[in-house]
């Protein structure tokens, strides 16, 4: 019989993108435990679950203040193909964030944040081969994230929370990357970019941010991005990009709460930016009058299906990363 097993994780290479950590997160993959039997079968597929539980932590020694929650879960089933490699073949729905996740989460744990689990073969087969996971946490009160799993198979413990892995998480301003709203835009067309030209977002409450456009990544998909870090709840964003002060401003959308886009999101990815963990919305970055009269949209509740498409049809980009 195979012997039992261990979950690994890999932190994920460097994935910066203008001076920009743009996720962290892990690679799962299995190891021999190296004692006892495992409960997976030879040959034929037994029921399996993985899950994923985060401890924060104020400080790497103690004393400590310490919050533990559980984050996700994941069903499927395992199968040995020989007696050291199994293969996990994960169900339709990937993760699926843990209630506890955001209701235990105490009220100082604002800011939102996502974590990024691959899954490859040998060891995996999945519906989804990398899932963002979107947290909570108080970048405040705790400096460090421990992420820990835990592998059952057939209903019982193969290798639990202390056995498994652990993935070690700095907590800064910046790290993991706060979830926010990315704008694309298409570039002007033509090889240099104006210096007077640049993208405005307005939101209901607060100060104007202004983006020189020679500012944007380009991230390989046509765009130049400007993240809008942290849009708040009930704030409606307004974005207008000008190429020079004789222009007259280019309405790219107006009224869209950008909060409800990265809540509607949870970390799902999507085209254009895939790379980022995006939900895109599209917009055109030089409207005919009629387009820029549809763009006048949104709101407090977010875009409607119509919306959306009315957005789709369009060319530049607003997504959540």
Known sequence: MPRSLRLMLTPLPSNTGGGRLLFDGARLSFALMGAG???????????????????FLDRARAPQDIEERALATMAGSIVFSGDSAAVFTSDAN????????????????????????????????????SQDLVVRLDPVRFRFLELRTKLEIGGSTEADFDVNDVLDVAITASTPPPLGATIGVHPPLFDSIPPSAKLVVTPSEGDPITFPLSSGIDRGDGLLSFLVPSPKPGVLYTAEMTLSPADSPTLL??????????????????????????DALLFDSTPQAADAEEAVQGGPDGPTDQQLASFDAQAGTVAVA
Not at 39 to 49: H, V
Request: no cysteine; proline share 5%; glycine share 8%.
């Open 94 to 129: 990937g993760w699926v964030v843990a209630p506890e996740a955001d209701d235990q989460a105490p009220d100082g744990a604002t800011s939102q944040r996502a974590l990024r689990f691959e899954l490859e073969s040998p060891d995996f087969e999945a519906a989804v081969s």
């Open 37 to 55: 039997l495992s409960k997976a079968s030879l040959g034929s597929a037994t029921a399996g679950k993985l899950s994923l539980r985060m401890t």
């Open 253 to 278: 959308f107006q009224d869209i709460e950008l909060n409800q886009l990265v809540l509607q999101s949870n970390g799902a990815s999507a085209a254009p930016l895939s790379s980022l963990g995006a």
